[in-house]
């Protein structure tokens, strides 16, 4: 049975083309975010920006579920071989990457690069791509977990996603002190905990009717919440950590971004095969 994107059927792996699509999606929604942040002070660039920020959701969504539907049967005796796998998949595309980065920044502008430059690039903790990177290899060593989790102790389990969710909403009013780095793959961990729910139920069952409205009216109370605060209702400043407000409205847009992208599996051939990056 297909749940979306991808499923399993008498031990095979089976494919449609909504994941494809909502991959296509975010691509398109991450090249606006970035080409129009210099336009940022002019309103219709900042408004088409702002609602692109749901594509960085649907990326990392989309990562934990095609883990938890992948390796639902991963143990003891096979994780180790899964993590070199995937740190592999992503350490080696972005350690070649900084080969022509590098030398590249030092012919742009020859002050910037430093030991520190060096080190903080290698380390994959320098502003920039880094970050994502940097996040992509935490949620390699974490998604494991949360699996040997869930199969020996479901109430940790549910513990660990209830304080995610908690220290979401706590970041709404608080931020440490201490650098986000250091912390911030705990409430992007709400994510993983949702595409894990939607690899274990029909995806049918989780954008339902009623969840989709009543995320929706909680966004809408968080919002308010956040504009009598005196907080900005940019959702690109609450990224980094992300908190309730930039979450929810991530989650509103993975539920957003599928059904558009299963409307366009249906009704536009001619679409699907422009937005199927694969």
């Excluded at 494809?20 to 942040?37: C, N, S």
């Excluded at 579920?65 to 592999?88: A, P, Q, S, T, W």
């Excluded at 590249?104 to 430059?117: D, G, P």
């Excluded at 791509?129 to 109430?155: D, E, G, H, N």
Aim: proline share 3%; aromatic share 18%.
């Amino acid at each position: 049975r297909i749940f979306f994107g991808i499923g399993i059927l008498n031990g095979m792996e089976i494919k449609d083309r909504t994941l494809d699509i909502m991959k296509g999606l975010a691509i398109v929604g991450i090249i606006l975010i970035h080409g129009l942040g210099s336009y940022d002070r002019e309103t219709v660039p900042h408004i088409i920006s702002q609602l692109s920020e749901l594509s960085v959701p649907v990326f990392f969504f989309i990562s934990g579920y095609l883990f938890f539907i992948r390796h639902g049967d991963l143990d003891e005796n096979n994780v180790g071989m899964y993590i070199v796998k995937r740190l592999k998949r992503l350490l080696v595309p972005y350690y070649l990457f900084l080969l022509f980065y590098i030398p590249l920044t030092y012919v742009i502008n020859q002050s910037v690069v430093s030991v520190w430059f060096f080190v903080e690039n290698l380390m994959i903790s320098r502003n920039g791509i880094a970050w994502f990177v940097q996040l992509m290899v935490m949620f390699s060593l974490i998604m494991p977990c949360m699996l040997y989790l869930y199969k020996r102790s479901t109430t940790l389990y549910y513990i660990c996603a209830f304080a995610s969710i908690i220290f979401s909403v706590i970041l709404l009013i608080y931020t440490p002190a201490i650098n986000w780095r250091y912390y911030f793959f705990f409430p992007w961990s709400v994510i993983l905990f949702y595409s894990h729910v939607c690899a274990r139920r029909s995806i049918i069952t989780v954008f339902s009717r009623f969840f989709f409205c009543f995320i929706s009216i909680l966004f809408i109370l968080i919002m308010i919440f956040t504009f009598m605060n005196g907080q900005s209702m940019s959702l690109s400043l609450h990224k980094f950590p992300p908190d309730i407000y930039y979450l929810l409205y991530g989650i509103i847009g993975i539920g957003v971004v599928h059904g558009v992208s299963r409307m366009i599996v249906a009704k536009s051939e001619a679409l699907s095969r422009v937005f199927e990056f694969t």
